[in-house]
């Protein structure tokens, strides 16, 4: 299973943007919004824009090629909910933003018990 990998420090992506990092090989865009974090596939599925370089306002961005809009919150491409974008775990670890991207066999190791852990994931910091 995938662990959680520091990607910046909080304060290193402003406020309404967005920031492209290679996780274990996968580029993914992480975006600030409002001190909260989130985190999707960085490649649009359209024809392969960087999304971390589009536009941002509330918890979408828009792709800055041609302009399809994705929630940063779970990749749901926005005008077409039935197709959407890997989104990731996001958590702040003292000053860290971490990531974790999960690796293509975690789904065969997932424990089938109903109850997955989310103890840390999806915390963020409040400052
Ligand atoms: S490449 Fe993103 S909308 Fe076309």
Redesign the pocket.
Known sequence: MSDFVTVAKVGDIEDGSGQAFNVGGKMVAVFNCGGQHHAINDF??????S?AG?YVEGEAVT??????RFSVKDGTWLDNPKVSTDAYEVRVAGEEIQVRVPLPDDDAQQPDEGTASSEGAESEDES
Do not use: I
């Not at 649009?44 to 824009?49: E, K, L, R, T």
């Not at 792709?63 to 399809?68: G, K, Q, R, V």
């Open positions: 649009c599925p359209h024809m392969g824009a999304l589009g792709c800055p090629w041609h302009a399809w």
